[in-house]
């Protein structure tokens, strides 16, 4: 596959699925013109899953997933690097920045960094095995082997993952013991992608407690009990301690295109797993330091 290329994503083919490759990505894409997979098609911008360009006419069961390029016109760079924490012939971890989106949708095709990795280490088959908000900064993990990615995607399927991040945000006396919160969390809100609290049964749960007091401020270490979308925003916005910096909780106040000043103060600090191959302990830390306010926002 040309790894060179920014942008690759990958969409799986169900099992004996019918017809061609342009007609699955006609029916999997409704809002991608025909004429544009025909064109990927023609310049080798669609391959299967050992990377290897496809023609339109092609069965799609010939593979159990296709590889695309995806670009966005006047994509924004993001100024900002990441860091290979460690590589094995199994899994890549990386340390993320703010900003960086993890994997290639809606504006963003090339800043992203499944993009960068796969471009960095010639890994065109790197897949995520979770996400972080582009917003959020700190521990990725990726699976470089799609043999193996559904033994360690189990584990965070199976809530087999112990996950610690690190937010700074607002003082309050509620926190002057651990606290945990639980909520019913669905999709709502003043943005298509936004959460909200519901009237319910608790579907998330995070526990939470200071670890560092400077004036006004805290840090916070958040574990997360589950993995709802914008979990660890939404419940401290709820508590009345937003994340400093959040551009979405409680009120939408995202910056202009382009502007990198208020970086959200969320880290995903640790994830530790027991391997699903040999059984043994894995680690895996940020480097990353969260920013304390300055003293006139005390």
């Not at 064109?39 to 911008?45: E, I, K, N």
């Not at 900003?99 to 993009?115: E, I, M, R, V, W």
């Not at 065109?124 to 996400?131: A, E, F, G, V």
């Not at 002057?176 to 709502?188: D, I, M, N, Y």
Request: hydrophobic share 40%; net charge positive; charged share 20%.
């Amino acid at each position: 596959m040309k790894s060179d290329l920014p942008g690759w994503s990958r969409v799986g083919v169900p099992p004996r699925a019918p017809g061609t490759v342009l007609a699955f990505l006609r029916q999997r894409f409704p809002r991608v013109e025909e004429a544009v997979w025909r064109q990927r098609l023609a310049a080798g911008q669609v391959c299967n899953a050992a990377g290897k360009p496809l023609a339109a006419d092609m069965p799609v069961a010939v593979t159990t997933h296709l590889l695309y390029r995806r670009t966005v016109q006047q994509e924004v760079p993001v100024p900002f690097a990441h860091t290979v924490l460690h590589q094995d012939s199994a899994l890549v971890v990386v340390d993320k920045p703010h900003f960086l989106p993890t994997a290639p949708a809606g504006q963003h095709a090339a800043q992203t960094l499944l993009t960068r990795l796969q471009r960095q280490l010639g890994l065109p088959q790197l897949s995520p095995l979770h996400r972080l908000d582009k917003d959020t900064a700190g521990v990725v993990l990726f699976c470089a082997d799609p043999a193996l990615r559904d033994a360690y995607h189990s584990l965070f399927r199976n809530r087999q993952v112990d996950k610690v991040y690190e937010a700074v945000a607002r003082w309050h006396v509620r926190f002057a013991t651990p606290v945990v919160h639980r909520s019913r969390l669905e999709p709502g809100g003043p943005r298509f992608f936004t959460m909200m609290e519901v009237p319910g049964e608790p579907n998330s749960q995070t526990s939470m407690e200071v670890i560092a007091r400077h004036g006004a401020w805290a840090l916070y270490r958040l574990r997360p009990e589950s993995g709802r979308k914008h979990q660890l925003r939404v419940h401290m916005a709820a508590l009345g301690v937003p994340i400093r910096h959040d551009a979405f909780y409680p009120a939408i106040n995202d910056p202009p295109e382009g502007d990198f000043s208020r970086p959200l103060q969320l880290l995903a600090r640790r994830i530790a797993f027991n391997d699903p191959l040999t059984g043994a302990l894995r680690v895996f830390e940020s480097r990353r330091q969260l920013q304390w306010p300055p003293p006139e926002a005390a």
